[in-house]
């Protein structure tokens, strides 16, 4: 894959991605699928930050709770991040 400028959140499911992608009120999203079971959730990024933003990290953090996933792995434009559940959300 070629670099972005935006955010890719890997999804292994369709209907995963699109649970996600319904919370992401006030987003600009796309979906793309590049496998069977490989899935990306993209936004665009307007402006240039550190890290995620707290009201997306809360989301992700929601998906990973609503879906019971353990973790997401957020690319951002010049590096990865994994998003991990909670361990309060586990219980």
Do not use: F, K
């Not at 307007?46 to 707290?54: P, T």
């Not at 957020?74 to 990865?80: E, I, S, T, W």
Request: hydrophobic share 40%; glycine share 4%.
């Amino acid at each position: 894959m070629t670099p972005s400028t935006g955010i890719r959140i890997e999804s292994r499911s369709r209907w995963d991605a699109l649970a996600l992608a319904r919370n992401l009120d006030g987003h600009d999203w796309h979906l793309v699928q590049t496998s069977p079971d490989r899935w990306y959730v993209c936004l665009p990024r307007e402006e240039q930050v550190d890290d995620l933003a707290a009201d997306l990290l809360g989301l992700l953090q929601n998906w990973l709770d609503e879906r019971a996933l353990a973790e997401a792995v957020v690319h951002l434009p010049d590096r990865d991040r994994v998003v991990e559940r909670e361990p309060d959300a586990a219980s």
